[in-house]
């Protein structure tokens, strides 16, 4: 039997385990108490900053004594979580990137946060990440890029739609067409209620589209009654059944303009020979 056969007692292991993690704990106390010896730091409440990437800390320990931190730098470290963060309420910007992190439970403890970065790491689990995400009011910034959970079919999307504050996506400006694309795509209530709106007024978004559109019974109004030939005569009981016909016969908008690459320049108007196509017009229509 070799030495890899041999069973190791459970309690062994616990005690090897607790040993690692103690370990890792002391590591990370003298990275920090190291850092505020080359900041100059001697009181707690002084400390708005602290630097601790690249010191290959599988742990760190509860910096909830940092009651001012406002910038926390821990990336390119092995962490694997980050409960060590409860209490550092007026934490704004926090790097995070290139780890082994997968999961984030506790940042929901971080209200001011404004900077989150988190590319490069093990996160697996969208709907858990976004609900931890979801009460940070004041994420402008996020990077999620290089995680497991970026493979979802429609991520960015449904990052956008759950995160409505955030600006700035995995390095690229949250444009206005993604959010009226994750509208369309996860609110169709909402989505609904947009498409339906006409002269100040709206639908009711309970209505069901693929159920006929059932309507009141109508009154006919004189034939003599002094309507332009091109208005629907019939009168509504309801306002808003009148406001979705409406919003189904939108007006045809068309807008046109000069197709500039069919002009001939100058030179081109020197030279222009018998038989040469006139200017075109570009006619664009919308409804």
């Given at each position: 039997?070799s030495?890899?056969?041999?069973p190791?007692?459970r ?16 590591s ?12 100059g730091?001697?009181?707690d409440d002084d400390?708005?900053e ?6 290959e800390?599988?742990?760190v320990?509860d910096?909830?004594?940092f009651k001012k931190?406002?910038?926390?730098w821990l990336h390119?470290?092995k962490?694997?979580?980050?409960t060590f963060?409860?209490?550092?309420y007026?934490?704004t910007e926090l790097y995070?990137?290139?780890?082994a992190?997968f999961e ?5 403890y971080l209200?001011?946060?404004h900077?989150?970065l988190?590319?490069h790491n093990?996160l697996?689990?969208l709907d858990?990440?976004?609900k931890?995400?979801?009460g940070m009011l ?9 995680n497991?959970?970026c493979q979802?079919n429609?991520y960015r ?11 700035l996506?995995d390095?690229?400006?949250v444009t206005?067409k993604?959010r009226?694309?994750?509208i369309?795509?996860?609110?169709h209530k909402?989505a609904?209620?947009v ?5 100040g007024?709206?639908v009711?978004?309970s209505?069901d589209p693929k ?10 109004v004189?034939?003599?009654f002094a309507?332009?030939?091109n208005?629907d ?8 059944d ?5 919003s189904t016969?939108r007006s ?5 303009s ?5 002009v001939p ?7 222009e020979e018998?038989g040469?196509?006139?200017a075109?017009?570009l006619?664009?229509t919308?409804r």
């Amino acid at each position: 039997m070799s030495w890899d056969q041999i069973p190791v007692p459970r309690a062994f292991r616990c005690w090897s385990l607790r040993r690692a993690s103690e370990t890792a704990l002391q590591s990370s106390s003298r990275a920090v108490e190291d850092q505020l010896k080359i900041c100059g730091h001697k009181r707690d409440d002084d400390v708005f900053e602290l630097f601790l990437s690249k010191k290959e800390l599988i742990e760190v320990i509860d910096l909830s004594r940092f009651k001012k931190l406002k910038y926390l730098w821990l990336h390119h470290n092995k962490l694997h979580g980050i409960t060590f963060l409860t209490r550092n309420y007026c934490l704004t910007e926090l790097y995070l990137n290139n780890n082994a992190i997968f999961e984030i439970e506790g940042l929901h403890y971080l209200p001011s946060l404004h900077i989150l970065l988190l590319h490069h790491n093990e996160l697996t689990n969208l709907d858990a990440t976004v609900k931890e995400l979801k009460g940070m009011l004041n994420l402008k910034i996020l990077s999620l890029y290089q995680n497991p959970l970026c493979q979802y079919n429609l991520y960015r999307l449904y990052i956008i739609y759950h995160l409505p504050g955030v600006e700035l996506l995995d390095r690229k400006q949250v444009t206005e067409k993604e959010r009226r694309s994750m509208i369309t795509i996860f609110n169709h209530k909402k989505a609904h209620i947009v498409q339906s709106i006409a002269f100040g007024g709206k639908v009711d978004a309970s209505w069901d589209p693929k159920s006929p559109f059932k309507q009141k019974p109508a009154q006919r109004v004189p034939s003599d009654f002094a309507f332009a030939n091109n208005v629907d005569k019939t009168v509504f009981d309801d306002p808003e059944d009148a406001v979705f016909v409406r919003s189904t016969k939108r007006s045809v908008m068309t807008f046109s303009s000069m197709n500039w690459d069919t002009v001939p320049t100058r030179e081109e108007r020197y030279l222009e020979e018998e038989g040469t196509e006139p200017a075109q017009m570009l006619t664009v229509t919308l409804r």
